[in-house]
């Protein structure tokens, strides 16, 4: 493919990472083509996934659809390579991806995980972008596009649904599901959807800092050394969130990324003055990866005759109601948890209280308690308008 308007890149390896990870790799391959293909658009899409030191290569296992096929290919990082730049890393992302980032066609680069499904909504988005049907208040080859993503919920994905379960899960429920944005920080410290600018961006400042072998903050770093230059636009917002995250953090655990793998230190990724840390030969520039498509297969054809369509839909039914069921239990389990939290809180807080009383009192006639008790709260009223003081 030769030079198209849009490169998506993604990095990846065969592994089972917090669950069936190439399961969820196909599905965010399969459901990307059929977008592109509903639009007419497989020759302005390259999809390039960057294989991080799978023993057995990811290209030769997985079950693309022909629409995947024709859009999708395979960049080869050796183990031996692999193991050599992330040193006590389980995964260097930065490397990887930059890797597939300095190999791709396209004139715009965007960034997605190898478990995000990206929407139709975005893709007419961006071509009415490119095409000049549609327009920013600044240059779109200058603009630095940044979305949030919804999240595709946990107890339907660890059931490894067929695609067409999960377009039509995202069809029936797509505003339902939760975006993943904190009102604490700006919206690009957030899970991410996709993270996109122009191919001239990506090599002024090296993508990412090749020194975040470990987990977090890596977009956060590259965009912020870019903002020296360059406007940030939350294009989330803008599409309605249409890039659906197919969740492996169990419901019932913390979802953080730092349980499971080192994070990169503060000290390093805080550091955005300099534009490109990488310098000229960023994205493994001194290996030779070739561009590999997806293997030839033989592919059953299977009808689509009456007796499977009702099978789906009664499938996608039963599907439904039991994950449905599980959802449920488990929000009744998180909202137990969180109702047990703030009754010990509160029940802590009046055993500190009754602790003061019988101390303020210990000793006194009965007579004297209530002026005692009348001074003990006069006392903490004062303190407190002294607090609102210092921080007015």
Same mark, same amino acid.
């Given at each position: 493919?030769?030079n198209?308007?849009?490169?998506?890149?993604?990095?990846t390896?065969?592994? +089972?990472?917090?669950?069936?990870?190439?399961?969820? *790799?196909?599905t965010?391959?399969n459901?990307?083509a059929?977008?592109?293909?509903?639009l007419?658009?497989?020759?302005?899409?390259?999809?390039?996934?960057?294989?991080?030191?799978s023993?057995?290569?990811l290209?030769?296992? *997985?079950?693309?659809?022909?629409?995947?096929a024709?859009?999708?290919?395979?960049i080869?990082?050796?183990?031996? $390579?692999?193991?050599?730049?992330?040193?006590?890393?389980?995964?260097?992302?930065?490397?990887?991806?930059?890797?597939?980032?300095?190999?791709?066609?396209?004139e715009?680069i965007?960034?997605?995980?190898?478990d995000t499904?990206?929407?139709?909504g975005? #893709?007419?988005?961006?071509?009415?972008l490119?095409?000049g049907?549609?327009?920013?208040?600044?240059p779109?080859? @200058?603009?630095?596009?940044f979305?949030n993503?919804?999240?595709?919920?946990?107890?339907?994905?660890?059931?490894?649904?067929?695609?067409?379960?999960?377009?039509k899960?995202?069809?029936?429920?797509?505003?339902?599901?939760?975006?993943?944005? %904190?009102s604490l920080?700006a919206?690009y410290?957030?899970?991410?959807?996709?993270?996109?600018a122009?191919?001239k961006?990506?090599?002024?400042?090296?993508?990412?800092?090749e020194?975040? $072998?470990?987990m977090?903050?890596?977009?956060?770093?590259?965009i912020e050394?870019l903002?020296?230059?360059?406007?940030?636009?939350d294009?989330g917002?803008?599409?309605?969130?249409?890039?659906?995250?197919?969740e492996?953090?169990?419901?019932?655990?913390t979802?953080?990324? %730092?349980?499971?793998?080192?994070?990169n230190?503060?000290a390093?990724?805080a550091?955005t003055?300099?534009l490109?840390?990488?310098g000229? @030969?960023?994205?493994?520039? +001194?290996?030779?990866f070739?561009?590999?498509?997806y293997?030839?297969k033989r592919n059953?054809v299977?009808?689509t005759?009456?007796?499977?369509?009702?099978?789906?839909?009664?499938?996608?039914?039963?599907? #439904?109601v @039991?994950?449905g069921?599980?959802?449920?239990?488990?929000?009744?389990?998180? @909202?137990?948890?969180?109702?047990?939290?703030s009754?010990?809180n509160?029940?802590?807080?009046?055993?500190h209280?009754?602790?003061i009383?019988?101390?303020t009192?210990?000793?006194?006639? *009965?007579?004297?308690?209530?002026?005692l008790l009348?001074?003990?709260w006069?006392?903490?009223?004062r303190k407190?308008? +002294?607090e609102r003081?210092?921080?007015?």
């Amino acid at each position: 493919m030769s030079n198209p308007p849009l490169s998506l890149i993604l990095c990846t390896r065969n592994d +089972q990472y917090l669950g069936n990870s190439r399961w969820r *790799l196909q599905t965010a391959l399969n459901y990307v083509a059929q977008r592109a293909h509903e639009l007419s658009r497989e020759a302005d899409v390259e999809v390039l996934v960057a294989d991080w030191g799978s023993e057995i290569p990811l290209r030769d296992v *997985l079950e693309l659809s022909p629409a995947a096929a024709g859009i999708v290919s395979f960049i080869q990082i050796p183990p031996e $390579i692999a193991r050599d730049l992330q040193k006590d890393s389980p995964f260097a992302e930065v490397f990887a991806l930059n890797a597939a980032a300095r190999r791709s066609s396209g004139e715009y680069i965007g960034r997605i995980d190898q478990d995000t499904l990206l929407g139709k909504g975005f #893709l007419e988005y961006f071509f009415a972008l490119y095409e000049g049907r549609q327009r920013l208040e600044i240059p779109l080859d @200058s603009a630095l596009l940044f979305a949030n993503q919804r999240m595709f919920p946990y107890r339907i994905v660890v059931r490894d649904p067929s695609l067409w379960t999960v377009e039509k899960f995202i069809g029936w429920f797509e505003k339902l599901m939760k975006i993943e944005i %904190s009102s604490l920080d700006a919206f690009y410290k957030n899970g991410v959807g996709i993270w996109l600018a122009h191919r001239k961006l990506w090599n002024e400042c090296g993508g990412y800092d090749e020194r975040l $072998i470990y987990m977090n903050a890596m977009e956060v770093n590259m965009i912020e050394r870019l903002m020296q230059k360059y406007t940030i636009v939350d294009l989330g917002r803008i599409v309605d969130y249409v890039f659906f995250h197919l969740e492996h953090y169990h419901p019932r655990v913390t979802r953080s990324s %730092s349980t499971h793998r080192k994070i990169n230190p503060e000290a390093i990724f805080a550091k955005t003055d300099i534009l490109n840390p990488n310098g000229s @030969s960023w994205g493994l520039d +001194q290996y030779h990866f070739e561009k590999l498509p997806y293997p030839p297969k033989r592919n059953e054809v299977i009808k689509t005759d009456s007796s499977l369509a009702t099978f789906r839909w009664l499938s996608f039914a039963w599907l #439904l109601v @039991s994950a449905g069921a599980q959802m449920a239990v488990d929000k009744a389990v998180v @909202s137990a948890r969180l109702f047990g939290r703030s009754y010990r809180n509160v029940l802590n807080v009046w055993m500190h209280r009754a602790q003061i009383i019988r101390q303020t009192v210990r000793g006194q006639a *009965l007579i004297r308690w209530p002026g005692l008790l009348a001074g003990l709260w006069i006392e903490k009223q004062r303190k407190h308008e +002294q607090e609102r003081t210092i921080d007015l």
